[in-house]
């Protein structure tokens, strides 16, 4: 077929904003995202087809961040993106963050179809997506497992009261979904470089909720931290979103 399955988006170095070579992990899903927005395009020409309706739209339901090398401003950033899944009821993408010929990190995103009319999630056109041969076999399955620990092994637990203030609220008249990981990363006393990062996306925040975040420090061996933070709705009384961050080096909660 001539559909193009793997699609690179470079991004000029000039902006590329990173502190001592880690970019935050808001930005490299922003850039992700512009990425998969480019190649969804791309197929839609190619096929004539829109996977998606007028009044349906791609929600991301989580994600996972794996950081493998350092950024070091001499070239552009480039981002592939593939399709390394997909079923009935959602479809995993990878991206691959490179400078030149290195691999600096690895984001995987699962995808659902909402309809924004019913405010619920309906099937993918499965079909289209093997007709068209759009998810590459030979990629691995894209891993999203939250990490589970004992609960004698927390080491700092704190919660904090969140504000929902008008800029955090996105054209949808939600929360933004990029806002959650600012807030977690806000409960961190210092930032060093994170390894990894995972984010599971609960239920929307609305202006009106009342939100807190409980975070926990939890040690899980002599070179691994992680710091784990729940947005809880309590207008709801569910968690609106999980983020986790896996450190190589001791952090602290602010």
Excluded at 189 to 217: F, H, M, N, T, W
Aim: proline share 4%; aromatic share 10%; glycine share 4%.
């Amino acid at each position: 077929s001539m559909v193009q399955t793997r699609f690179s988006k470079f991004f000029p170095r000039q902006e590329i904003v990173h502190k001592q070579g880690v970019i935050e992990p808001q930005r490299m899903i922003r850039y992700a995202l512009i990425t998969s927005g480019a190649h969804d395009q791309v197929v839609r020409t190619q096929l004539n087809y829109a996977f998606v309706s007028e009044t349906q739209s791609w929600i991301v339901t989580q994600y996972r961040l794996e950081l493998v090398d350092q950024y070091q401003g001499q070239e552009d950033l480039r981002v592939e993106t593939l399709l390394c899944e997909a079923n009935r009821f959602f479809c995993n993408r990878r991206f691959r963050f490179y400078e030149g010929d290195r691999l600096l990190a690895i984001v995987e995103a699962q995808y659902v179809i909402l309809d924004l009319d019913k405010r619920r999630i309906v099937r993918l056109p499965i079909e289209s997506f093997q007709e068209a041969n759009l998810v590459i076999a030979e990629e691995e399955q894209a891993h999203f497992d939250p990490i589970k620990w004992e609960g004698d092994q927390v080491q700092e637990s704190k919660t904090s009261p969140l504000a929902i203030t008008p800029e955090v609220i996105d054209e949808n008249g939600h929360v933004n979904n990029l806002v959650y990981i600012g807030w977690a990363l806000d409960q961190l006393a210092s930032q060093a470089p994170y390894s990894s990062c995972y984010i599971k996306y609960g239920s929307e925040l609305l202006p009106s909720d009342q939100v807190e975040i409980r975070s926990q420090l939890v040690p899980l061996s002599d070179q691994e931290w992680v710091t784990d933070h729940q947005i809880y709705n309590l207008s709801k009384d569910k968690v609106a979103c999980l983020v986790q961050f896996v450190w190589n080096q001791p952090v602290d909660l602010a």
